[in-house]
């Protein structure tokens, strides 16, 4: 019998390749304001400002999906194409460990699970910015199932 959290990510491997049929417009919009709700309080105290005129490309090469992040003076803006300064690229059970905190971000790029391309003093300053945030920022509800998917995911 599955676990809950084996549950999930056997659903997670049917429901997120078709993320990618959905309207990059949608994807923006639900994207932006998740991003800019969650992350209010570090974004109010400037710690994403480093992404100011710069982008970050995010690249999930195992959905097909690539989301452009900078900083502006609303927030966190994505964009379905720009020159990227930095790209990070990882499939998805990457980022998913890296977001539930179920393996160490330098472990993840050491073994080329994630990678940094381009500027890597910017990749490395925002995956250490990334790591440094509080999972407090995140809505209770989805900081369990992040960390219960992560765990599930982590113990294989």
């Known amino acids: 019998m599955l676990s809950r959290s084996?549950?999930?990510?056997?659903?997670?491997?049917?429901?997120?390749?078709?993320?990618?049929?959905?309207?990059?417009?949608?994807?923006?919009?639900?994207?932006q304001q998740a991003l800019n709700r969650c992350l209010a309080e570090p974004l109010r105290d400037g710690e994403f400002d480093l992404l100011r005129g710069r982008w970050?490309?995010?690249?999930?090469?195992?959905?097909?999906?690539?989301w452009y992040l900078t900083r502006n003076r609303e927030g966190l803006q994505i964009a379905e194409r720009?020159?990227?300064?930095?790209?990070?690229?990882?499939?998805?059970?990457?980022?998913?460990?890296?977001?539930?905190?179920?393996?160490?971000?330098?472990?993840?790029?050491?073994?080329?699970?994630l990678v940094i391309e381009g500027d890597t003093e910017l990749g490395l300053t925002l995956k250490n910015l990334i790591d440094s945030l509080d999972p407090e920022v995140l809505p209770v509800w989805l900081w369990r199932n992040l960390e219960r998917a992560g765990k599930g995911l982590a113990a294989g």
């Open 6 to 31: 084996q549950w999930l990510l056997k659903g997670a491997d049917k429901v997120l390749p078709l993320v990618r049929r959905v309207p990059f417009v949608i994807q923006r919009v639900a994207l």
């Open 56 to 66: 970050l490309c995010l690249r999930i090469p195992d959905l097909d999906l690539a």
């Open 82 to 113: 720009a020159k990227a300064c930095v790209t990070i690229r990882g499939n998805w059970r990457e980022f998913l460990l890296l977001a539930s905190r179920q393996e160490d971000p330098d472990t993840l790029f050491f073994r080329r699970r």
